[in-house]
């Protein structure tokens, strides 16, 4: 583990440049709790490795770049395709290594969602339920009336502002409600996760009619499942998932002074451990001898609805959409993603019959043109994989 910068202010670990460094570093920046992998078997890879870095694509601009410059100029940390189940290309960047722990960022929603979706399976819960059904302190609030669907595929119609960059949005005092940044002077907002979705009275649109990305609707998920199992999601998280994938490392997640785990962006896992948690969703919740997570869940995954996807998000996804808390790349076809901002992304691709995760630290939160790139390399590669 590298020394932290001595310049680096504790407000502003999450934030470039700093990310650079905190994404691998996390637990020096945070208080963290373990997601034990267990005492099971490592689910070894095999490798029938192809050269492609320098396989060209086109950018957003139109120019022709070669995957390996892409990665150098792309702020790559790691990047690791898995075809038909064996590794095809495995590198670090960044001083990042095979055991470093990295930041999810909002990939974490679907580690949540997936494991949400094992307790679907067992009857546990059921997305059809009202999310007062399970909460019901909610009654009072604009989750009044919403489906737990609703929330899996960001549907409800709860208004949150998610402005990144805005120090009076609700992602700000969801910052500081989950401990990843101290309250600034004179600050009156919620300093518990729970405390801020309590705080929701305001509903824009009926629930259903309408897509829009809010980070707080993966962190109702996870309060649903505490309160129904009576255990962590960190526990849950463990018990349910990593330990039974035949992960190489315990992953973690960043919690707040309440000791809840931040569900929506929070998780830290190795990049051999990312994509295995693809490798899953792939298999159709298969994983190292056993059906993990129910097979109709998994494939319902790709039963979204684009009708209520728009603008912004058909600037990259034009054919796109949203379900169980993963990304529709093209709702005719059979590929979705776990995305985070900075770069952070797992494309499961049936068509291709890949994986490929690249964890990364860009110097903004979203950029169009990088992301647009991102996809038309998965493409290329996908492409010269199964010639």
Partial sequence: MS??????????????????????????????????????????FSYARDDLEPLTFQTSNGETITVGAW?????????????????AYENYFNGMSKRSLHLSQSMAKSVTAVTLGVLIGRGLIDPADQVTDYLPE????AYKDAKIQHVLDMASGVAFDEDYLSPNSDIFDMDVASGWRPAPDGYSGPLT???QIL?????????????LYRSIETDVLAHIMERVT??????LVSQELWSKLGCEES????????????????FNASLRDYTRFGQLMLDGGFASGQQIVPKFWVEDTLNCDPSIFG???????????YRNQFWIEDHRKRAYMCLGIYGQVIYISHDYQTVMTKLSTWPEPTDLDRRITCFNAFHAIGKALNR
């Fill in 251 to 266: 992953a973690c997640f960043t919690v707040g002074q309440d000791g809840y785990a931040m569900s929506s962006g929070g």
């Fill in 3 to 44: 020394k932290r910068p001595a310049d680096m202010p504790i407000a502003d670990w999450s934030v470039p440049p700093w990310n650079r460094w905190s994404f691998q570093n996390v637990r020096e920046c945070t208080p963290t709790e373990e997601v034990w992998r267990g005492d099971g078997p490592v689910a070894d």
């Fill in 193 to 195: 996760v729970w405390d």
């Fill in 138 to 141: 909610l009654i009072e609030t």
């Fill in 230 to 235: 009576g255990l962590s999601l960190s526990k």
């Fill in 71 to 87: 990665l150098n100029e792309s702020y790559t940390d790691g990047f690791l395709v898995l075809h038909k189940g064996q590794v």
């Fill in 311 to 321: 603008a912004p998000y058909t600037e990259a996804l034009p054919n796109g959409a």
């Fill in 199 to 211: 705080g929701l009275k305001k509903k824009e649109v009926e629930h259903g009619s309408r897509y």
